[in-house]
């Protein structure tokens, strides 16, 4: 068969790190090929007039060498015949050409199967588009713009890094980004985004001279977004221009994100704010994992790709790869060039691919899950990890076709054998030290908190961390209203008095008088006892101690903490300015009285780490107030039921994961247990309430079953 280069393509040198490549340009399907210096040479033999077999002495002939042999210059042929880039003028081509093409329809099929996160619709050619838009593309790719929304950008992080404290303050919740309602508004943030990134890689390309030949629309993760066909950048022979129309789209979202961070940072709690936001977490984390991350094929790869002058630098890597693990364990028909630094982008860029992968389906399970989905979330995880195998099958294939391995080598094929048993040993057998970590919270067997009896402004607050004695003064409130009813009541008795004396010596001159006084002193007596149940409930504004015991701070809920002052939580000095005047609700814990040797040490265990520890245990914890004392201790009793933290409000500030639900009402995201710990040589600055974290040594554990537990805490989270 005589087949011939098709007359319209176009030929781009392109030199590279490896020497001098050719980019093959289509311009009717809008496609590219790279082809080394041999293969570029190779293919102009193929004029129509020769045949294979001649084609073969041409070459041998020219080069003077026999390193090409017919089968490749027959599959370099079919390379050409599968590409499209020949056409032949004897009878059957067309036969021929249809019989070696794969079928389009299968061919749609596999690329589905092997990569359902990236299913692509068919797009339009945008050149009418952008050649209205060059003005912009000129002015937003001029070197002082870039230069200038990249100062712009660093500047605005370094403000919002300069005022880290508010920032954090400002952040949304966890619970309010995961909600369905926040879950929508990621995904419509996230096509916007897409949208604007897209038109940043045409716009440069436009730009720097190349031709953007198809905009349309792609699902990434079944999300919505568009794609842009900028190949023909790689016809560009300046390395930086190139680099730039892969950065192109990181440029956009980066000054987005710079312009969404100073919106957010500037509004008030709303719409325009939570959409800021959104757009600054999705640039960030889109760039950071994904998009700018070399080890994926994206923005960033290319980047690499280009930096390094490297067209094929995944082909590379994964042959890099192919050939290491065939090297384990088979003969090698041809000397193989063994490469580090390709070997090991191969791995960590496949190892990062799966890691990807499994974030991501697990990620769309969670939200089917939330959705009421559950089953569409199991079968879209377990669709990407089938693809993800189905790919590797698929290079196992190209790789075979290279004809660089031969069979089993008995050598290799032992040693390899034997480590990967001593790795799958290690892996399912060989225990490993296990711990659970959990909060723990210092808590007085039997305090005795004292309460605010009734509303007022504190007067006097004893202290923290002293022993008192018996009927000393811990408190005292002062409640304006009492003290004026009081007054009240005294000079109203005073009248009374003063009334009756009055009438008993008026009594001797008019006798009818004696009931008028009789009434008088009922009142008086009525009055009286009312004065005396006020100056009772006066004096009980003054607060003793109920018993000898250390003054320690009343424990709070969460609801009643936030707008607590420092010095009733005893967080620092206490000061009597700042105490007197403050004004305490009735039923406002105001400190609590125990002995210091009754603590006990109580730690919140998750339901799924419960089942892990037993009495008898060693534990190690720390406490917030000591973090470098570390104190020794062994689990005692474990509580069966679990906590309702709902009932609790108390727990909140353990370090529970609590999330708000669709009510308003605080869930967590596993119940947890109580179980005592037995300590001894606690100092004396460790009080209730103190707060701190545990390590508990529970049995050993092989790495097989903490991967599985890994991915059961994965799966079984909710939203």
Not at 164 to 170: H, L, M, T, Y
């Amino acid at each position: 068969m005589k087949l011939k280069l098709r007359s319209d393509l176009q030929f781009v040198p392109r030199s590279s790190s490896r020497g001098e490549a050719w980019i093959v340009k289509d311009p009717v399907a809008f496609s590219h090929f790279l082809f080394s210096r041999p293969e570029f040479q190779l293919a102009k033999f193929f004029d129509g007039k020769n045949s294979e077999e001649d084609i073969l002495l041409l070459w041998r002939n020219q080069f003077k060498s026999d390193a090409l042999t017919l089968d490749q210059v027959q599959q370099f042929a079919h390379r050409l015949i599968r590409d499209n880039l020949v056409t032949g003028n004897q009878l059957g081509f067309g036969s021929m050409l249809r019989s070696m093409r794969p079928d389009k329809r299968a061919a749609r099929w596999m690329t589905l199967l092997s990569a359902p996160l990236v299913i692509r619709l068919r797009g339009f050619n945008p050149r009418f588009f952008l050649t209205r838009m060059a003005g912009l593309g000129w002015l937003l790719f001029h070197p002082a713009v870039i230069a200038l929304n990249l100062l712009l950008a660093a500047s605005l992080i370094l403000f919002l890094l300069g005022h880290f404290e508010e920032v954090n303050q400002r952040l949304p919740a966890i619970s309010q980004l995961l909600s369905k309602q926040g879950i929508v508004s990621l995904v419509i943030t996230m096509a916007i985004i897409k949208i604007i990134h897209e038109f940043g890689h045409a716009l440069a390309c436009q730009r720097y001279g190349g031709e953007c030949f198809e905009i349309g629309v792609i699902l990434l993760a079944l999300i919505p977004t568009l794609y842009c066909n900028v190949s023909d950048a790689w016809t560009l022979p300046e390395r930086s221009k190139r680099i730039m129309i892969s950065a192109a789209g990181i440029y956009f979202e980066v000054v987005l994100a710079a312009l969404a961070a100073l919106t957010w940072f500037c509004t008030t709690p709303g719409l325009m704010n939570a959409i800021s936001f959104n757009v600054v977490l999705l640039c960030s984390v889109n760039t950071i994992l994904i998009n700018g991350n070399p080890l994926l094929r994206y923005d960033g790869y290319y980047i690499l790709s280009d930096w390094f002058d490297r067209p094929n630098l995944a082909g590379e890597a994964k042959i890099a790869v192919w050939n290491f693990i065939n090297g384990l364990f088979r003969r090698s028909l041809k000397p193989v060039a063994f490469n580090g630094w390709l070997l090991a982008f191969g791995i960590a860029s496949t190892l990062y691919r799966w890691f990807i992968l499994i974030s991501i389906g697990t990620g769309i399970f969670l939200v089917t899950k939330s959705f009421g989905f559950p089953l569409a979330g199991y079968l879209m995880f377990v669709l990407i990890i089938a693809s993800s195998f189905l790919q590797i099958l698929m290079q196992r294939k190209q790789m075979k076709s290279k004809h660089l391995w031969g069979g089993i080598h008995p050598v290799k094929f032992t040693v390899t054998s034997i480590a990967l048993i001593v790795l799958l040993g290690v892996f399912f057998r060989m225990p490993m030290p296990s711990y659970v970590y959990c909060n723990a919270v210092a808590e007085a067997r039997e305090p005795w908190v004292l309460y605010a009896p009734m509303d007022g402004k504190l007067e006097s607050l004893h202290p923290p961390y002293q022993w008192v004695e018996r009927g000393t003064e811990l408190a005292r409130i002062r409640n304006k209203k009492l003290e004026f009813r009081v007054q009240q009541k005294g000079l109203e008795l005073q009248r009374l008095t003063e009334q009756t004396e009055r009438m008993e010596l008026q009594a001797n001159d008019d006798p009818n008088l004696i009931a008028t006084i009789n009434v008088l002193k009922r009142n008086e007596e009525k009055v009286t006892s009312e004065l005396r149940l006020l100056r009772l409930e006066a004096k009980k504004l003054t607060i003793h101690a109920p018993a000898h015991g250390m003054v320690y701070p009343a424990q709070q809920s969460s609801s009643t903490s936030e707008n607590r002052p420092a010095f009733l939580n005893w967080d620092g000095e206490m000061g009597e300015s700042r105490i007197k005047g403050y004004l305490v609700p009735r039923g406002e814990a105001l400190i609590s009285l125990s002995d210091p040797n009754s603590l006990q040490i109580t730690l919140f265990v998750g339901e799924r780490d419960v089942n892990l520890i037993t009495q008898g245990e060693a534990v190690l914890i720390s406490f917030e107030q000591q973090p470098q004392q570390i104190y020794h201790g062994r689990l005692g009793e474990i509580f069966k039921e679990g906590v309702d933290v709902s009932e609790n409000p108390a727990l909140f500030d353990v370090g529970l994961e609590t999330v708000i639900d669709g009510q308003g009402s605080v869930q967590t995201l596993q119940t947890p247990y109580r179980a005592e710990v037995i300590i001894e040589g606690l100092k004396n600055d460790i009080f209730p309430g103190s707060r701190g974290n545990a390590k508990i040594r529970v049995r050993s554990q092989t790495l097989a079953e903490k991967c599985g537990r890994f991915i059961n805490r994965i799966i079984d989270t909710q939203l």
